[in-house]
């Protein structure tokens, strides 16, 4: 992949490590799951890079997931024994199970093609 900017072309490799660099700098991502049912983060191919890049991280890199408060109700309520049990149990791990990097979407479809051969080729989509 190259990447345009201010009229110039940045290889993959070189767009990697800088944002490798600035992604475990800051040591603290926020992933933002909103609709907790069906986060739009965990569809794009750049969110969950961000999320593989922290994992990378040769220090700890703290993830932090939020969601507005509403989708953080059914999340916990999802969470309650209280109803049906399995139902809530059985929703709330597909949610969390559902998420593939294969399927992820990208504006740019280079992007795409050299995200998922990185993440292949480091740990492997199922790892992820």
């Not at 907790?36 to 890199?61: G, H, K």
């Not at 559902?98 to 990208?106: G, H, L, P, R």
Request: proline share 3%; glycine share 4%.
């Amino acid at each position: 992949m190259e990447m345009k900017r201010k009229g110039e072309f940045i290889p993959f490799e070189d767009l990697q490590g800088k944002f490798y660099m600035r992604v475990t700098n800051i040591g603290h991502m926020l992933a933002m799951m909103s609709s907790w049912t069906n986060p739009e983060y965990v569809s794009r191919v750049w969110c969950l890079f961000e999320l593989f890049t922290a994992s990378q991280s040769e220090d700890e890199c703290k993830v932090t997931i939020e969601m507005p408060s509403r989708e953080r109700k059914a999340f916990l309520d999802g969470c309650l024994f209280n109803g049906d049990v399995f139902v809530r149990i059985k929703r709330n791990f597909y949610v969390l199970s559902s998420t593939n990097v294969k399927t992820a979407k990208a504006s740019v479809e280079p992007d795409r093609t050299d995200i998922l051969k990185l993440v292949q080729s480091k740990s492997g989509y199922d790892k992820f």
